[in-house]
């Protein structure tokens, strides 16, 4: 199934002008430790499945709908007869849409869906994978946009169960809860726009307008992840364009992508990366 990998590095190869790739996957073999730009779901029909990202394990039983985001390094460590869905879509298609932006951050991290998450959504999960397999195997003018809609139908429903999750956490009624949305949509369109100069924590919390305290707690509850390691993330992918230019060295993208010094973006794009910059760049310069 994996056709082109350089050193941990898959190329997804998409068919002309489509962002998906979707495999009806019968194979009993393993996959060696690989990571990719797509986004990937993952569903077993037949038999379960045994998926490792990064150092979790995940048994997946039939039905069951583990999500991989983007640049997560994985494998398939075990021979297991059966059929899955292997369905990938270019990070590109989701995370360059500005419109879909809050729910994109929603799969900041793999998260299986299963009924003990809720019912519902294992059920929507199920069935978007199906309807992707119907979709792509009738291929018609519309079928890439339909599929398109029901993964952001998936997608959408994913983050409102997590907003749902974060109101009971941090016992917020419906009002607390459209404040926080609110504000944390603004904090996070001020990181977008300003992730390459220094940004404090008493910046952002002037721009949400809660006290900093107030705010490095809240903020990592809703979006499940600190302040610092959300502004890592978007300075991280903004350096993965930015590496692409073989005219930048690895300091200019480093100081461009707003991070203080080479020894720090090294450390931290290969905590997120899985790869130093340097070799993310030899790798994207042999495909």
């Not at 991989?68 to 869905?85: A, K, T, V």
């Not at 008493?202 to 903020?219: D, N, Q, T």
């Amino acid at each position: 199934m994996i056709k082109h990998l350089s050193g941990d590095f898959e190329t997804v190869e998409y068919d002309s002008k489509r962002s998906f790739l979707l495999y009806d996957n019968h194979e009993n073999e393993m996959y060696p430790v690989h990571w990719h730009e797509a986004v990937e779901i993952i569903m077993p029909l037949e038999n379960h499945y045994v998926v490792t990202v990064g150092e979790t394990e995940y048994d997946i039983p039939v039905n069951d709908v583990l999500i991989i985001p983007s640049g997560e390094i994985h494998e398939m460590p075990q021979l297991i007869p059966g059929r899955r869905l292997i369905f990938q879509c270019a990070n590109s298609a989701l995370s360059g849409v500005a419109a879909i932006e809050p729910i994109v951050r929603g799969v900041s991290a793999p998260i299986l869906i299963n009924r003990e998450m809720n019912k519902e959504l294992h059920s929507l999960a199920k069935k978007t994978l199906l309807d992707i397999l119907s979709l792509n195997n009738k291929r018609n003018d519309l079928s890439d946009v339909k599929i398109y809609i029901a993964l952001v139908n998936l997608l959408t429903a994913l983050r409102e169960h997590q907003l749902v999750q974060s109101k009971q956490l941090l016992e917020l009624d419906d009002i607390k809860l459209d404040e926080y949305n609110e504000k944390f949509n603004d904090v996070m369109k001020y990181i977008d726009a300003n992730y390459m100069y220094d940004i404090s924590l008493e910046r952002l919390a002037k721009v949400a307008g809660y006290s900093k305290y107030h705010f490095s707690r809240i903020f990592k509850q809703y979006n499940s992840m600190s302040y610092l390691q959300y502004i890592n993330a978007r300075r991280t992918k903004a350096a993965e364009h930015l590496l692409l230019d073989p005219n930048l060295s690895i300091t200019d993208v480093a100081m461009q992508a707003g991070f203080k010094s080479l020894t720090t973006f090294n450390r931290i794009f290969k905590e997120i990366k899985h790869c130093t910059p340097t070799d993310f760049k030899k790798l994207f310069t042999a495909h």
